[in-house]
């Protein structure tokens, strides 16, 4: 038996390989041979720690969703920064994250989980959800920055909770469309935009 260490080295290192080449190709197109391939672990590794290739994607979409909080949502939505420069700054970290992957692969790779759930909501349900789950943590970062901005006064007339999903809407629309033309550009010129949407309450 692997010692405890070495057990959760081999987990991370498939995880990370996963991460990787589904991000940069499609879950799809890469196979469990390549994933192993990538992480240096043979294939009863693999089947040790994830069932089927389903199952390690829900890790995986768990090792990205930690990735996005500590490297973007913490930073962005940092408690010391206004609620509404939040949202700006949420924009320009986005796009220098794309320009950056822009610039090392050649390629503009979107969000994984809008990608995922592109090729796969109408196929794997379990995933599906999960990703749900997960935008869900998103949109909640953004309807509190939005609660917070309306506590100061702003915001007023708009309805909280219909904003906030507009404007991931809209976060996903340009992840998507700059991914479509791999042109990081797309991020800059039109992701700002978000930050002005409004959605008004409806009268009772």
Do not use: W
């Not at 692997?2 to 996963?18: K, S, V």
């Not at 009863?44 to 949502?73: C, I, N, R």
């Not at 939040?86 to 610039?103: G, K, P, V």
């Not at 109408?122 to 789950?133: C, G, L, N, S, W």
């Amino acid at each position: 038996m692997l010692p405890n260490n070495a057990t959760t080295d081999t987990r991370l290192r498939i995880i990370d390989a996963a991460r990787t080449l589904m991000f940069a190709s499609s879950y799809t197109e890469v196979g469990v041979a390549a994933i192993c391939d990538q992480a240096g672990v043979r294939k009863g590794s693999f089947y040790h720690f994830f069932p089927s290739k389903k199952d390690l994607t829900l890790a995986v979409l768990e090792a990205h969703f930690a990735d996005a909080k500590t490297q973007l949502l913490d930073q962005a939505f940092a408690a010391d920064i206004p609620p509404l420069d939040r949202l700006t700054r949420l924009a320009e970290m986005a796009y220098r994250f794309q320009a950056q992957l822009q610039q090392d692969t050649g390629h503009v790779l979107g969000c994984p989980f809008g990608n995922l759930a592109t090729e796969l909501s109408t196929q794997e349900e379990t995933i599906r959800a999960a990703i749900v789950a997960i935008m869900g943590r998103f949109e909640a970062e953004l309807r509190d920055t939005l609660a917070a901005a309306q506590a100061l006064g702003q915001l007023e007339g708009a309805d909280i909770g219909a904003t906030a999903k507009a404007m991931l809407a809209y976060f996903e629309g340009v992840m998507l469309m700059a991914k479509a033309s791999n042109d990081a550009e797309v991020v800059r010129r039109l992701l700002p935009s978000m930050t002005a949407i409004r959605v008004p309450q409806v009268s009772e």
